[in-house]
């Protein structure tokens, strides 16, 4: 709740203080003689409405106006008052000389309020003055102990009131809850029965902790800022204000990693969306509109989650002839046709990019998988997915933030010599960050033996490597000779009955050559 405060000052500007301050004088002087007065000769009950006219009338000839913003409004706290506080304490710490100290419930961060003291902001060039006020409340609690009233003034100029008004405080508002959550815990939502349920999520994986080529990341974190301050841009582009992002590549290589990473980066909580729970496309998105706003939605091994098939195949399926359009999203989710009764591709598009997915704001869609090639092209298409993101085996950088994370150690520390070897070795090596991190966890109390022990890993996936591209050549070239006997075959017959079939040959072919390698 906000009311105006005229004011008692009046201010002709820097060119002529001393005007100003006897201006000033007269004004205060005039006002206390006239609450004198009043005081004397008003019954109580007119004496405050006769003040605040008296102050009214002053206030005109004044270039400020006040607002105050109490703490309590009625008996429910005013939500301004407590979005000022958290706003004002994100820099006040550093310009005040008296502030209180505390420390919210779920927060691990020390919180600086304002306390009988003021502080002064620049808005859009704007400079405005917060003043916080404390006094004593005439009513007593239960206890017995009377409870302050706290208040925040606000002083601005009279020309800047509407910018103030109809920007700074919405700036406040946005800011607050930025900060808010940015304190509280995050939390991860799961779905069951058509419900989600949250559980705080104390992930602790940030870009930092992140083992990928660093220009990527930072590509990666622009794209999210650019997102999260993206409002007006979707605004003027009649786009929602959602983004999509596919992460695909082998088990263990950071895709469950960067979500966490995501989260924690934007401070959104995630909804872990579990396909095989929902039945059919209106829980579907029914759970969709029980989703916040500044949230990660996540699909997790996309291609294996449910059985989404093929957009005209389910609607095909499911939908009868006579029905509307079966291959539209809307008719497909809409109810009219069967496809209601199972969750399909095309549920799930219109969830992500149709219509219904707009009934929420600033939300972020990933889907996962370690299979790409498993996916149809419908969830690929161009402006579907906005970023694909291939998470890769450990490359050297990669490997370079592993080591500091699990080690404490640069890769220059071990020595020129061992960062060459390990460079040369996991480039070839193909393991996974998940690999790796599992011999540098179990011998991070001695960093000789993990790094040893990371290079003698690494030195046998890279053996094991270039085995395998020999064996899958020398299969290849085995598929030629085989098919070059089937033709012989062909033309003889009594050859080719005494033949295989194709597949089982090429695995007795791989099996004689594993023995021979085995005895040599
Ligand atoms: N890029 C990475 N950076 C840091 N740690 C990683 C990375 N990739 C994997 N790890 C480590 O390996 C573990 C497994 O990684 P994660 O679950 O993120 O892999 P994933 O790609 O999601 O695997 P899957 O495809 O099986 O779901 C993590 O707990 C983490 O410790
Ligand atoms: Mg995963």
Redesign the pocket.
Known sequence: MISTRTSTFTTHGMADMKESWISLASHLGTLAFCQNFLHAVLPPHLRSASLGFLKRALGCYSSYCYFDIAEMDGDSTNELYNAVQLYLSSFVSTSCSRLSLSRPRNSGTTTFVLSNDCVTDVFDGVVVRWEHVVTQRQSQTSSGRPLPDRGFTLRIRKCDKDLILNSYLDYIMDKANDICRNNRERLIYSNSGGWWTPVPFKHPGTFD????EPERKRGIMEDLRDFAAGQAFYQRTGRAWKRGYLLY?P???????MIAAMANFLGYDIYDLELTEVLSNSELRKLLMKTSSKSIIVI?DIDCSANLSNRSEASQASVPQSSSDPGTPDAASSGKGGNNKKITLSGLLNFTDGLWSCCGSERIFVF?T?HIEKLDSALLRSGRMDVHIY?SYCSYP?LKI?LQNYLGSEAKDLGQAAARELQEAVEKAKM???DI?EVLIKNRRNKEKAVNELLEALKAGAERNEKHGELKEECELSGVEIEEREKRARESPKEGSDCEDDSRRKWMMKRRRRQNESEN
């Open positions: 902790t992140l083992a990928m590549g088990p263990g290589t950071g895709k469950s990693s997790e996962t370690n998470m990669a592993l996974t960050p998940a991190s």
